[in-house]
């Protein structure tokens, strides 16, 4: 069977990058996926943002919806403080298989729960059966029109608290503009504009902070 774009960046990261360095499991996706095959991880430029948004937060407890291949994963667990804890939901098998063994090969196992399931029905087994009471930071990276009913059904499942960081790549390219309009109008959020480019590409992009009221 073919190997697949997801396979070939698996592939040159166990060759290229050294095995329990994070930063070059990182670099070594950056220079695949902008020398050979363009892919949608959030990239060096994004990245740099959301590495500081995430200092700034230094969360207990960390989500992300859309793992991918594990590049947006791998550089948030690489900056959480001991005992954090830290779920990414991926619902292509493929992709979470990939971004599994990227991980591992980060060696940043120990900090990361993969769960393979769509983020609708994850969401709501957060508190009761992943045992997780509030978080501090949800990292947003899903399918774009995703992105506003699973902001709204984190609220309803009582996730986010008073200073919960709410980060969203792709506000512009390919765009979430139910959710920018929602989070900046809603009147529960105060919301932060980060203008950048899309991952590999001089286009446009943004990602924009939502941190939660309460
Ligand atoms: C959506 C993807 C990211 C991943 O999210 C998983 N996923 C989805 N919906 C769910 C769910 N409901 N539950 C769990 N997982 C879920 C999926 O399987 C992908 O692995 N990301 C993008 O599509 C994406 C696209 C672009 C892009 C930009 C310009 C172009 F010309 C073309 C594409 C850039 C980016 O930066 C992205 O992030
Ligand atoms: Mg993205």
Known sequence: MSETKEQRVLQFVLQNAIRGDPKSV??????????????MNVGDQKGLILDNVLKESNPNTVLELGTYCGYSTVRIARLLKPGARFLTVEFNPAFAA????????????????????????????????????KLDFVFVDHWKDKYLPDTQLLEKC???AKGSVVLAD????????????YVRTCGRYDCTNYPSFLEYMDERDALEKAVFRG
């Open 158 to 160: 009582g996730l986010l």
């Open 98 to 133: 990939v971004a599994k063994q990227i991980i591992e090969f980060a060696g940043l196992k120990d900090k990361v729960q993969v769960i393979e399931g769509n983020t609708q029905d994850i969401i709501p087994q957060l508190k009761k059966k992943y045992e997780v009471d």
């Open 26 to 39: 990182i670099d070594n996706i950056d220079k695949y996926c902008s020398q050979r095959e363009w892919a």
């Open 170 to 181: 792709n506000v512009i390219t390919p765009g979430a503009p139910e959710f920018l309009k």
